[in-house]
């Protein structure tokens, strides 16, 4: 008998009291389930094998039987919605549970682990916000740069120290002068779709590129792309060491040219390790693709449920109660009792900053700017009474990498300063609990102060038309795994950044940085956009706030957990043995 039939039958006999002794004739019990004496017979044995309740039958006409049903009828319905949930079968806790989302969105949390079906790793998460489109050509938050990295592969891969490694393709070669680069690509590639990646798409997918407004700068020195069957060749008009390096990063990845400009996708179409299989309201689904370039992932499917009955925005694999910090998954686990622990920690690179927006009608001197930096300094705001938990876990930082050299202030000449200061910042929970505390000193000092909250595609798009006002800005410097080349992209062609530089500081800028491509290899890139970020700090042109302490903790039944510069477990290289009992 199936599970909603015998739960049937169950509920017509709750009526008689749970979690107690009831005694009571067949003849009663029959009328009861609306059958037969001799069928409800069969059915009292059948619900006892499943442990539902437990039936002592005494012999003879007429005689009372004990019955003690072991569940309420809530109770009995979140037990069959958690092994369907369990099983891979949603739509069928969703009956169970009457489509109640909250009772949904709590089993999920509960069951959320690594399970093995049918000798395949399925790995189940939630996490608290619906994720915008992994398309890597628009504006994106930690989470979905985190996803386009599982999702597509670029033509290079680098790593945090400037190493390059063949990802789409298998060589490259500049001339003496770097300023003419050639991609040998790999032959038989195919997008997830089916659709061959071929030389001549890759260059029509940069001829797009080069015309969106993030991306004229750092490519305004390519004056022509050509290819053969398996090449691509770009011809630049000044040298750039760091070219091969600059495809690396993950607004480089290799996508169908159809993507950019589309508003018909019902999924994206990839070329990494994980095919986008599901992506809604509701959740996220990966499916390991089978014909990747390089390695298979070990994990074979991915879904993340994305549920927004709390105020934390964080990734979990089972129940803590501890709140995630600053849009980072911060909990790996695997729900099992009988394992130890295991936890990774680390400093993230990047940060949140305050920028001081040239552009805005209200002029800060460079007093005034001092003073400020001092006023809403990160240790000042990390003293506040009111602050919440997600903040407390982040560290002040004193340069934008913290590798870097700390730089700390002197105390300056208190400054006067505007009866009214507004602050910009996008939807970011960290950002806005950072702005609250901010907006409460300033009133203590007698100054207005309104946030006014973008969604972070209009923060970029009010910045690329320099059209933001407000005379502070708060935002997130995010970098990835190609260490060197996310700062340098940074500081030739963040939006947000250069809105709020002057026009000479601005061109200041991007004539230090094209100065470092033009001399420097990737592998010392970070020591000379060291000193340029130190002098805009210096000037303060914007101040860094602070760094999240990123943590990553699971039980040590999973095997090849590793924490990445997103803070999220790599999907890749996560297994279970097979000798443990599911």
């Not at 798409?201 to 022509?224: C, G, M, N, T, W």
């Not at 495809?247 to 999924?267: C, E, V």
Request: proline share 4%; aromatic share 8%.
């Amino acid at each position: 008998m199936k599970d909603q039939r015998a739960l049937h039958y169950y509920e017509r006999l709750l009526p008689l009291g749970t979690k107690c002794d009831v005694l009571i004739s067949l003849s009663e019990v029959a009328e009861k389930l609306c059958t037969t004496t001799r069928h409800s017979r069969t059915l009292l044995q059948e619900l006892q094998q499943r442990q539902w309740l437990t039936w002592l039958p005494k012999v003879g006409r007429n005689q009372r039987s004990m019955i003690h049903l072991a569940f309420e009828r809530a109770e009995l319905r979140q037990l069959l919605a958690r092994v369907q949930i369990e099983a891979g079968y949603y739509e069928t806790a969703m009956a169970f549970l009457e489509e109640d989302q909250r009772q949904f969105g709590a089993l999920l949390r509960q069951t959320s682990g690594a399970i093995v079906r049918e000798d395949q790793l399925h790995i189940q998460l939630t996490y608290q916000r619906v994720f915008s489109e992994l398309l890597p050509h628009i504006p994106l938050r930690n989470s979905e740069r985190f996803l386009v990295r599982q999702v597509y592969a670029c033509l290079t891969g680098c790593d945090k120290n400037g190493q390059l490694t063949p990802q789409l393709s298998h060589a490259w070669t500049s001339n003496e002068h770097a300023t003419i680069w050639r991609f040998y690509v790999r032959p038989q590639l195919k997008f997830h779709s089916g659709e061959i990646i071929s030389a001549a798409l890759i260059k029509d997918l940069f001829e797009q590129l080069r015309h969106l407004p993030e991306y004229r700068e750092e490519l305004s020195h390519v004056v022509a792309i050509s290819y053969t069957k398996q090449s691509v060749t770009f011809e630049l008009s000044s040298p750039d060491l760091g070219f091969a390096a600059l495809l690396s990063d993950l607004r480089y990845s290799i996508q169908p040219p159809k993507q950019i400009g589309s508003d018909l996708l019902t999924t994206v179409d990839g070329s990494g390790a994980f095919q986008v299989v599901e992506q809604s309201g509701e959740r996220l689904r990966l499916q390991a693709n089978d014909f990747y370039f390089g390695l298979r992932a070990l994990t074979d499917t991915v879904t993340i449920w994305q549920l927004a009955n709390t105020p934390s925005e964080r990734i979990q694999l089972g129940h803590y109660d501890q709140p995630n910090l600053l849009d980072r998954p911060d909990y790996l686990i695997e729900n099992r009792s009988d394992v130890r622990e295991s936890t990774q920690t680390r400093i993230e690179n990047g940060c949140l900053y305050m920028l001081f927006n040239a552009a805005s009608t209200q002029q800060l001197t460079l007093a005034q700017r001092r003073w400020l930096v001092s006023v809403l300094s990160p240790e000042t705001i990390l003293q506040h009474d009111q602050l919440s938990e997600l903040l407390m876990a982040s560290i002040p930082a004193y340069n934008f990498l913290p590798s870097w050299t700390q730089i700390k202030p002197c105390q300056p000449e208190p400054a006067s300063l505007p009866s009214c200061l507004d602050i910009a910042v996008y939807d970011h929970l960290v950002i806005k609990d950072c702005a609250q505390v901010m907006k409460h000193t300033l009133n203590q000092l007698g100054i207005d102060c309104t946030i006014n909250v973008y969604s972070l595609e209009e923060l970029h798009k009010l910045s690329q038309h320099r059209e933001l006002n407000e005379p502070l800005v708060i935002a997130s410097f995010n970098v990835d795994d190609n260490l060197p080349i996310s700062v340098y992209r940074w500081l030739m062609s963040d939006s947000i950044l250069h809105q709020g530089l002057s026009d000479d500081a601005s061109a200041w800028l991007r004539a230090e940085v094209v100065n470092v491509r033009e001399h420097s290899q990737v592998t010392h890139y970070l020591a000379k956009l060291e000193s340029i970020a130190t002098t805009m700090h210096y000037q303060n042109w914007l101040t860094p706030l602070f760094h999240h302490r990123q943590t990553l903790r699971w039980k040590g039944v999973l095997q090849g957990v590793s924490i990445t510069d997103w803070s999220w477990p790599d999907f890749r290289n996560v297994w279970i043995e097979d000798d443990i009992e599911h």
